[in-house]
């Protein structure tokens, strides 16, 4: 009824806005955020390398995850990749108002996903150089790379 006022727009599956606000710049990500309708969700794996720009990595997807248990289907989804991961609460912070994986958090999943060498190792360098990541885990990521690279 509202659509047909005008009064909101369908924005994707099940998600809203009102019209007279404008689309922001990282629209996108958030309504991979809404459409979830997961509560714990998080920007993740390759998306948020991309996000907190310390890697010229260039996901073809928004990646977000969710915890384990999480399970739906939505129509709408087929811009996403979904992970399962019962993520602490440290390991989530936030980039521009989007519940976003930490810059460490997001290296040690792209290591397992199987994000090239060449980026994870741009992300780990770049990462520690903006502050992003404490030695101690620059050291961890990069020997974990390192071993990933000796398998």
Known sequence: M?????????????????PQYPVGEH???MLA?????????????????DACGISDVNPNRIHVTV?????FRRAGGADYVVHHEDLAPDRIGW?????????????????AYGTP??????????????????TAEREALAGAL??????
């Open 2 to 18: 509202l659509v047909h006022r005008g009064t909101l727009e369908r924005a994707a599956h099940g998600v809203y806005r009102f």
């Open 27 to 29: 629209d996108n990500l």
């Open 33 to 49: 955020m809404l459409w979830t309708r997961v509560p714990e969700a998080a920007l993740s794996h390759e998306t948020a390398l």
């Open 67 to 71: 915890g384990k248990q999480s399970r």
């Open 95 to 111: 980039w521009q108002q989007i519940p976003t994986v930490t810059p460490a958090t997001a290296i040690a999943q792209c290591l």
């Open 117 to 134: 060498t060449y980026l994870l190792r741009q992300a780990i360098e770049r990462g520690h150089a903006q502050g992003y990541l404490k």
């Open 146 to 151: 390192e071993a990933r690279h000796d398998r």
